[in-house]
């Protein structure tokens, strides 16, 4: 594959799923508000959270477009 078209991917999949995880989290939150099980939904947005965290620093989205 193209060096890239991989680091476009690896950056987009990391930006989408950052707010994914966040808005998991929101949905944590409201369930343990409410008296429900919360625990597993809190888990998942964190692990959605840092994944996608780790993919865009992998990435290099901080550092800008792959030069070559």
Same mark, same amino acid.
């Given at each position: 594959? /193209?060096?890239? &078209?991989? =680091?476009?991917?690896?950056? @987009? !999949? %990391?930006? &989408?799923? #950052? +707010?994914? *995880? &966040?808005? &998991? #989290? %929101?949905?944590?939150?409201? @369930?343990?508000? /409410? %008296?429900? +099980? =919360? #625990? =597993?939904? *809190?888990? !998942?947005?964190?692990?959605?959270? /840092?994944? %996608? $965290? *780790?993919?865009? $620093?992998?990435?290099?989205?901080?550092? *800008? #477009? +792959?030069?070559?």
């Amino acid at each position: 594959m /193209n060096k890239k &078209l991989v =680091w476009y991917i690896k950056a @987009q !999949i %990391g930006v &989408l799923m #950052f +707010p994914l *995880g &966040l808005c &998991l #989290f %929101g949905e944590a939150i409201t @369930q343990r508000i /409410n %008296g429900h +099980p =919360w #625990f =597993w939904w *809190g888990t !998942i947005s964190l692990i959605v959270i /840092n994944a %996608g $965290i *780790g993919l865009m $620093i992998e990435s290099g989205l901080i550092s *800008g #477009f +792959p030069k070559d």
